[in-house]
């Protein structure tokens, strides 16, 4: 089935277009015109859009005003119970009659009037069946079967959706009940968490809407808990299929689940008109795409995880941008030439910050061409070592400084890295013939080819040589104990968890204790203090 929807182009003009697929979702950050972007979608035809806004009322009395279905449905769609032209009304008591409609800022609270249009379409339900049944009866035919209501379909999504819940109806009155303790626990719908009266609320709202109608949701995510989220929306979607539902949102998590959506980014929203861009045929990671679109900021992917010390550091040092933990290294690299080769679908710089590890200067050099650069220390752990922040922690804990630098510089110099030189030595012949492994090229015209490139590529790799190299390297930096270079071939990830009782803290705190110190009172000294080792190609 196909469906039509529009959009505005950047000037304002209606666009039509067409999904295969029955949700759209339409995402972007804080103050980029969605809610308003709603707006406009259902001003175009106030007849075919159907919008539940952002400001909605979930709070209801117990006993609920019974109507017919064609005033509750009135009061539900336009706000009244008499809409003959809602065209020319605009949904005036629905968003309100002042000079400029409140189509974003209004309360809409309808809890009652949607519970009320509910109860009368499953009477019409019923009662039509009771008629067919009688007739068929009168003429002597097979009795038809009964029809899945519009309440018995409410219970099915229910179930699907909170399934340690039973929602019930006993006289036009809503329950919710469970078991506890072989018993159950019963209480009114009116006594329902904001989590509970939402699924009813939305739930009721989808199921009594007229056929074909373009279902516009405003913060689907509002009062419901992510893990229930995507199951309403899905399950609501499979009992409509007949609309199309379009999303308005900033929660990427549920963007990028509703895997099977279009989705649409806000780029920019000057106030009267919008920039849109369509994501489609991609090939990237669907969240992360969906979270940078939304953050606005110059983008850095980084090494670890989300509470890693590389986050952390880089969080702070480059508190302009956008941090984005990926892992591993091979992640960064990746990431950053897939969001570089799609600049069309950001504005915004993207850059990569890996390691240094063991990588030879000719292989940094290859990186940087492609917005990935190298720390100027091994490994970000390293970054705790460097002798300008080792001065400055000596002094915030009352050590002497000289006595301290020099205790940290002998350890990390003369008894790790001198006991260690041997298994870095090996450790960096091993990568430098990864890295020639994995840059080389294999021809893929037929297997003859690829067998003969592949064995040009193993002749040119000479072991004894790269050998011999990163010993000369490793050797020449030991035997000239310059500290700097020590950390910039000394890939060690516990050494700066071994350094701290030279400064009178724990070892195993004095990582911890520079970051809490990073994030509050000696900002700007520790940012001085590692800025000369981080790369001047990303500006600051």
Same mark, same amino acid.
């Given at each position: 089935? =196909?469906?039509?929807?529009?959009?505005?182009?950047?000037?304002?003009?209606?666009?039509?277009?067409?999904?295969?697929?029955?949700?759209?979702? %339409?995402?972007?950050?804080? +103050?980029?015109?969605?809610?308003?972007?709603?707006?406009?979608?259902?001003?175009?035809?106030?007849?075919?859009?159907?919008?539940?806004?952002?400001?909605?009322?979930?709070?209801?009395?117990?006993?609920?005003?019974?109507?017919?279905?064609?005033?509750? &449905?009135?009061?539900?769609?336009?706000? &009244?119970?008499?809409?003959?032209?809602?065209?020319?009304?605009?949904?005036?008591?629905?968003?309100?009659?002042?000079?400029?409609?409140?189509?974003?800022?209004?309360?809409?609270?309808?809890?009652?009037?949607?519970?009320?249009?509910?109860?009368?379409?499953?009477?019409?339900?019923?009662?039509?069946? /009771?008629?067919?049944?009688?007739?068929?009866?009168?003429?002597?035919?097979?009795?038809?079967?009964?029809?899945?209501?519009?309440?018995?379909?409410?219970?099915?999504?229910?179930?699907?959706?909170?399934?340690?819940?039973?929602?019930?109806?006993?006289?036009?009155?809503?329950?919710?009940?469970?078991?506890?303790?072989?018993?159950?626990? #019963?209480?009114?719908?009116?006594?329902?968490?904001?989590?509970?009266?939402?699924?009813?609320?939305?739930?009721?709202?989808?199921?009594?809407?007229?056929?074909?109608? %373009?279902?516009?949701?405003?913060?689907?995510?509002?009062?419901?808990?992510?893990?229930?989220?995507?199951?309403?929306?899905?399950?609501?979607?499979?009992?409509?299929?007949?609309?199309?539902?379009?999303?308005?949102?900033?929660?990427?998590?549920?963007?990028?689940?509703?895997?099977?959506? &279009?989705?649409?980014?806000?780029?920019?929203?000057? +106030?009267?008109?919008?920039?849109?861009?369509?994501?489609?045929?991609?090939?990237?990671?669907?969240?992360?795409?969906?979270?940078?679109?939304?953050?606005?900021?110059? /983008?850095?992917?980084?090494?670890?995880?989300?509470?890693?010390?590389?986050?952390?550091?880089?969080?702070?040092?480059?508190?302009?941008?956008?941090?984005?933990?990926?892992?591993?290294?091979?992640?960064?690299?990746?990431?950053?030439?897939?969001?570089?080769?799609?600049?069309?679908?950001? &504005?915004?710089?993207?850059? +990569?910050?890996?390691?240094?590890?063991?990588?030879?200067?000719?292989?940094?050099?290859?990186?940087?061409?492609?917005?990935?650069?190298?720390?100027?220390?091994?490994?970000?752990?390293?970054?705790?070592?460097?002798?300008?922040?080792?001065?400055?922690?000596?002094?915030?804990?009352?050590?002497? /400084?000289?006595? =301290?630098?020099?205790?940290?510089?002998?350890? /990390?110099?003369?008894?790790?890295?001198?006991?260690?030189?041997?298994?870095?030595?090996?450790?960096?012949?091993?990568?430098?013939?990864?890295?020639?492994?994995?840059?080389?090229?294999?021809?893929?015209?037929?297997?003859?080819?690829?067998?003969?490139?592949?064995?040009?590529?193993?002749?040119?790799?000479?072991?004894?040589?790269?050998?011999?190299?990163?010993?000369?390297?490793?050797?020449?930096?030991?035997?000239?104990?310059?500290?700097?270079?020590?950390?910039?071939?000394?890939?060690? #990830?516990?050494?700066?968890?071994?350094?701290?009782?030279?400064?009178?803290?724990?070892?195993?705190?004095?990582?911890?204790?520079? %970051?809490?110190?990073?994030?509050?009172?000696?900002?700007?000294?520790?940012?001085?203090?590692?800025?000369?080792?981080?790369?001047?190609?990303?500006?600051?």
């Amino acid at each position: 089935m =196909a469906y039509t929807y529009w959009l505005p182009d950047e000037s304002g003009n209606k666009v039509d277009y067409t999904t295969e697929s029955n949700s759209v979702i %339409i995402v972007g950050a804080n +103050g980029a015109g969605k809610s308003k972007l709603g707006a406009w979608i259902e001003q175009r035809d106030f007849a075919k859009v159907h919008r539940i806004a952002a400001q909605r009322g979930i709070s209801f009395n117990k006993n609920i005003p019974l109507k017919n279905y064609t005033e509750a &449905e009135n009061l539900v769609l336009f706000g &009244e119970s008499d809409a003959k032209n809602p065209n020319v009304y605009k949904k005036g008591n629905r968003w309100g009659w002042n000079e400029h409609a409140e189509y974003t800022t209004r309360m809409i609270i309808d809890f009652e009037y949607v519970l009320a249009a509910l109860l009368a379409m499953n009477a019409n339900e019923e009662h039509d069946y /009771v008629v067919a049944v009688k007739e068929a009866k009168v003429n002597r035919e097979t009795y038809p079967n009964p029809p899945t209501t519009v309440i018995e379909k409410l219970f099915h999504i229910w179930d699907e959706v909170l399934p340690q819940r039973k929602l019930s109806l006993e006289d036009s009155k809503f329950y919710s009940s469970f078991t506890k303790d072989g018993d159950e626990v #019963k209480y009114s719908a009116t006594e329902m968490s904001d989590g509970e009266r939402s699924v009813l609320y939305l739930a009721a709202q989808v199921l009594c809407v007229p056929e074909n109608k %373009i279902l516009i949701m405003d913060e689907p995510e509002l009062h419901l808990h992510p893990s229930i989220m995507n199951r309403l929306w899905k399950a609501l979607e499979q009992y409509r299929p007949d609309c199309l539902f379009i999303y308005i949102t900033h929660d990427l998590q549920f963007a990028s689940m509703h895997s099977h959506a &279009e989705k649409i980014w806000i780029k920019e929203y000057d +106030g009267h008109n919008w920039k849109l861009q369509i994501i489609e045929g991609i090939d990237l990671p669907e969240e992360l795409l969906l979270e940078i679109m939304g953050s606005r900021k110059n /983008v850095i992917f980084v090494e670890g995880e989300r509470n890693s010390y590389d986050t952390q550091l880089y969080s702070e040092l480059y508190p302009d941008y956008h941090i984005v933990p990926c892992g591993s290294c091979t992640q960064v690299i990746a990431r950053t030439k897939a969001f570089r080769n799609n600049s069309d679908l950001h &504005e915004c710089q993207v850059y +990569g910050i890996i390691d240094r590890d063991y990588r030879s200067d000719y292989e940094i050099e290859k990186y940087k061409e492609q917005g990935i650069y190298t720390i100027g220390v091994a490994e970000v752990e390293n970054l705790f070592l460097v002798e300008e922040l080792i001065r400055l922690m000596a002094k915030q804990f009352g050590e002497d /400084v000289d006595v =301290a630098w020099h205790n940290v510089k002998q350890y /990390v110099v003369e008894v790790r890295f001198n006991n260690q030189i041997n298994g870095q030595i090996c450790e960096s012949v091993v990568s430098e013939i990864k890295y020639r492994l994995s840059s080389a090229e294999i021809s893929k015209v037929d297997e003859n080819k690829a067998k003969e490139s592949l064995e040009t590529v193993l002749s040119s790799i000479d072991y004894d040589q790269i050998k011999t190299t990163q010993e000369t390297k490793f050797q020449q930096v030991l035997d000239e104990g310059d500290y700097t270079n020590v950390l910039r071939v000394f890939n060690q #990830k516990s050494l700066s968890k071994s350094i701290g009782h030279f400064l009178g803290v724990d070892n195993r705190q004095y990582c911890e204790k520079v %970051i809490n110190l990073l994030q509050g009172i000696k900002h700007d000294e520790i940012v001085s203090a590692l800025s000369p080792y981080l790369p001047t190609e990303i500006p600051r």
